[in-house]
């Protein structure tokens, strides 16, 4: 099993950051590429970001390219979502979650098999 813990949520003005982040424990030696997903009310969980076991590649959601960075140490097996410039429609549950280790890399969250709890970014205008 493997355990993810996010962070790091909160409330924020329109242009404002937030940083997340995931901790991950248990069998961690068993995953592979960890990825963001994010959850309005309403709507279908979201493909944010994904990144590499090694974080040697990356890759986002068009909504989110180019303000939002997602980087991981493996030292202490924690991921991290850095946003910038955030708009109101970035408002959302906030999810990590980790695909086994060997699968290809994948924007599906089908395709992700250990998931955290969620934390809830807002983004007021």
């Known amino acids: 099993q493997v355990q993810l813990v996010e962070s790091g949520g909160g409330s924020v003005q329109a242009g404002g950051s937030l940083r997340l982040s995931c901790a991950a424990s248990?069998?961690?030696?068993?995953?592979?590429?960890m990825g963001w997903f994010r959850q309005a009310p309403g709507k279908d969980r979201e493909f944010v970001a994904r990144?590499?076991?090694?974080?040697?590649?990356?890759r986002y959601g068009d909504s989110v390219k180019g303000r939002f960075t997602i980087s991981r140490n493996n030292a202490d097996n924690t991921v991290y979502l850095q946003m910038n410039s955030l708009k109101p429609e970035d408002t959302a549950i906030y999810y990590c979650?980790?695909?086994?280790?060997?699968?290809?890399?994948?924007?599906?969250?089908?395709?992700?098999?250990?998931w955290g709890q969620g934390t809830q970014v807002t983004v007021s205008s």
């Open positions: 248990g069998r961690t030696f068993s995953t592979g590429g």
């Open positions: 979650a980790t695909q086994p280790s060997g699968y290809s890399s994948s924007d599906s969250p089908r395709d992700y098999t250990y």
């Open positions: 990144i590499s076991r090694s974080g040697g590649s990356t």
